[in-house]
Nanobody, 120 residues
Framework: QVRLVQSGGGTVQPGESLRLSCAAS????????MAWHRQRPGQQREWIAE???????TVKESMQGRFTISRDNAKNTVYLEMTNLQPEDTADYLC??????????????WGQGTQVTVSS
């Protein structure tokens, strides 16, 4: 069973930074695209950023300059570096991955989510 296990998150004050991590574990062959989404209270899930297996990145325009996505293929891990956090960034952050395993050339997984709260 392939799982995405998230870590990081918590409560910070406005202007502070956080780094989220998401590690893939289990029996898989290859990780393709990995991404971060978030869901703010009362709102739909929102795409934040994605990174290809080769490291090409795309970040939502409104978050460029503050949010950075990266990955370490040796650790099967994707990161989201968030700076200058503001109260409106308060949300449940979820990672996403596309991958293959022995039986399936393409499947998707979501992480369990991690809460980020920005409050003074």
């Amino acid at each position: 069973q392939v799982r995405l296990v998230q870590s990081g998150g918590g409560t910070v004050q406005p202007g502070e930074s956080l780094r989220l991590s998401c590690a893939a574990s289990g029996a898989f062959l290859k990780l393709f695209k990995m991404a971060w989404h978030r869901q703010r209270p009362g709102q739909q899930r929102e795409w934040i950023a994605e990174i290809s297996e080769n490291g090409g990145t795309t970040v939502k325009e409104s978050m460029q300059g503050r949010f950075t996505i990266s990955r370490d293929n040796a650790k099967n891990t994707v990161y989201l570096e968030m700076t200058n956090l503001q109260p409106e960034d308060t949300a449940d952050y979820l990672c996403y991955a596309e991958l293959s395993d022995l039986g399936r050339p393409w499947l998707t997984r979501w992480g369990q989510g991690t809460q980020v709260t920005v409050s003074s």
